[in-house]
């Protein structure tokens, strides 16, 4: 497959993947959002989104002060921020029109409709007036474009490096989410407000009722980062997402894509063989501060392995 073809197949489904998880992280807030908290704390949980996504001087440049409308508009609407839906969508978009020849009618049809749709939504006012809804919409759209495409397109290198592209953006979705609640949740909160806090977040990476199969007891934050990091059942796991990542890598591997499939299999064993205690001693948010950096130095393995042309 040309690195070209490739490049835009990775995308497409990775730009797809940002744009489910933007609206699983803005979800997420404005449940918390609705519990009883002081403005300060509720301003704080909106800042840390935008510094753990990486936007907050993006932010700060077109805002003076925090607020949940105005991070709702920059995160959605705003075509500038290019982790924002309508720019994910857009180039999701773009990008399976540059390889429209590879792809199926239907699942070229599902990313222009997504887009379509999704100017008609905005502009129809829907994220204002109901913006959960909104979210539920972004996600729906996400889960149709994976299954038309593991429905109907031949599994082959191009679904490979779409799904390379898919779960790679996954794990540092989930690492940053899970990052971001722990690292902003106060000690010694009241019980009921603890279990609204992981269920808001539990709900946003779609583990709610898997908690509730998995373990039949109360919500503890050390079995929300086990469940979140160490289940290879649990879909949007970090050893899940992994586990698509390293097959996939062996798939579509080639003479320079050594060393790419070595750290991801070592990273890949690292989480296979972990236990939740010893990472907690550790320290969770040094241990996923460095999972982000490894995944981050894997995307670019693979751009540089697979998608950029390699030097004559």
């Given at each position: 497959?040309?690195?070209?073809?490739?490049?835009?197949?990775?995308?497409?489904?990775r730009y797809t993947e940002r744009a489910e998880n933007t609206a699983r992280m803005l979800d997420v807030n404005v449940q918390t959002a609705l519990l009883p908290q002081s403005e300060d704390a509720a301003?704080?949980?909106?800042?840390?989104?935008?510094?753990?996504?990486?936007?907050?001087?993006?932010?700060?440049?077109k805002h003076e002060s925090v607020t949940q409308r105005d991070v709702i508009e920059f995160m959605v609407c705003d075509p500038s921020n290019p982790s924002s839906i309508i720019a994910c969508l857009t180039e999701a978009r773009e990008n399976a029109r540059a390889v429209r020849g590879t792809l199926t009618t239907e699942v070229w049809?599902?990313?222009?409709?997504?887009?379509?749709?999704?100017?008609?939504?905005?502009?129809?006012?829907?994220?204002?007036?109901?913006?959960?809804?909104?979210?539920?919409?972004?996600?729906?759209?996400?889960?149709?474009s994976r299954g038309v495409t593991l429905g109907t397109m031949l599994h082959d290198e191009a679904v490979h490096f779409m799904r390379l592209g898919t779960f790679l953006e996954r794990a540092d979705n989930t690492a940053r989410i899970l990052d971001v609640k722990f690292h902003g949740t106060p000690e010694g909160t009241d019980a009921r407000r603890d279990f609204y806090h992981w269920a808001a977040l539990l709900r946003s990476v779609s583990a709610f009722e898997i908690y509730r199969k998995v373990y039949r007891d109360?919500?503890?934050?050390?079995?929300?980062?086990?469940?979140?990091?160490l289940r290879a059942d649990m879909p949007r796991s970090l050893l899940a997402c992994l586990d698509e990542v390293v097959e996939n890598l062996r798939e579509v591997r080639n003479d320079v894509s050594s060393e790419t499939e070595r750290l991801a299999g070592q990273l890949h064993a690292e989480l296979r063989f972990g236990r939740i205690d010893d990472i907690l001693a550790r320290g969770l948010h040094d241990t996923l501060t460095q999972f982000l950096q490894r995944i981050y130095e894997l995307g670019n393995r693979v751009s540089r392995d697979f998608l950029v042309p390699l030097a004559a």
């Open positions: 497959m040309l690195s070209r073809t490739a490049d835009h197949l990775f995308w497409m489904a301003r704080q949980a909106w800042r840390a989104m935008l510094g753990i996504s990486e936007l907050q001087q993006a932010y700060d440049r049809e599902v990313q222009n409709q997504t887009y379509l749709d999704l100017r008609r939504r905005l502009h129809g006012g829907q994220l204002r007036a109901d913006p959960s809804q909104f979210f539920e919409w972004v996600k729906y759209r996400s889960h149709l109360v919500i503890t934050p050390a079995r929300v980062a086990e469940l979140l990091m």
